[in-house]
T-cell receptor
Framework: GAGVSQSPSNKVTEKGKDVELRCDPI?????LYWYRQSLGQGLEFLIY????????KSGLPSDRFSAERTGGSVSTLTIQRTQQEDSAVYLC????????????FGPGTRLTVL | GENVEQHPSTLSVQEGDSAVIKCTYS??????FPWYKQELGKRPQLIID?????GEKKDQRIAVTLNKTAKHFSLHITETQPEDSAVYFC??????????FGGGTRLMVKP
């Protein structure tokens, strides 16, 4: 079946603009995660959705970052008033039920803020 | 919260040699430890995982060991091949219901 997909694959924006990144998880996966990966760095947790529960937003670096998951499927990560330090690859992952299940990653969105 | 440290950050081995990557974690309640491999420009993919009720798990050339007392776990790759070259990430799942990743190890296997 189809894996996790993300769009766009690349996004170049100007400082101060808002961006939206999209994630389509694997069908039937109830858990969805967003991570940020700066060049040559590890995976920084941002936010976690599990079913209909309130999301775990503990990793969001500032109030400029927000995410939603509509209908328990597609998720959108929004970054408002982008800054140059937001430049990174944003990875989405999904798993069947929770955080001890295998996480399947999407290809990522490379965000460049000029 | 959980803190996961991974060493070394880079590792260069000759083809056919073994490679070992080590991780330590801080939360004694952590109970699930996956390892992900990320090839250049690609997405991370799970290669092996271990849960806290076992001490070792093997899958062909890959093995993971877990020492709960010392709070560390290791990835062992035997008979390395050039296609093993990638960045490897360890992670620990804790009672906070979150996976915390290590900083990654860039493994280079020289033919």
């Amino acid at each position: 079946g189809a894996g996790v997909s993300q769009s766009p694959s690349n996004k170049v924006t100007e400082k101060g603009k808002d961006v939206e990144l999209r994630c389509d998880p694997i069908s039937g996966h109830t858990a969805l995660y967003w991570y940020r990966q700066s060049l040559g760095q590890g995976l920084e947790f941002l936010i976690y959705f599990q079913g209909n529960s309130a999301p775990d937003k503990s990793g969001l670096p500032s109030d400029r970052f927000s995410a939603e998951r509509t209908g328990g499927s597609v998720s959108t990560l929004t970054i408002q008033r982008t800054q140059q330090e937001d430049s990174a690859v944003y990875l989405c992952a999904s798993s069947l039920v929770g955080t001890t299940d295998t996480q399947y990653f999407g290809p990522g969105t490379r965000l460049t803020v000029l | 919260g959980e803190n996961v440290e991974q060493h070394p950050s880079t590792l260069s081995v000759q083809e056919g040699d073994s490679a070992v990557i080590k991780c330590t974690y801080s939360d004694s309640a952590s109970n699930y430890f996956p390892w992900y491999k990320q090839e250049l420009g690609k997405r991370p993919q799970l290669i092996i995982d271990i849960r806290s009720n076992v001490g070792e798990k093997k899958d062909q050339r890959i093995a993971v060991t877990l020492n709960k007392t010392a709070k560390h776990f290791s990835l062992h790759i035997t008979e390395t091949q050039p296609e093993d070259s990638a960045v490897y990430f360890c992670a620990a799942h804790n009672a906070g219901n979150m996976l915390t990743f290590g900083g990654g190890t860039r493994l280079m296997v020289k033919p």
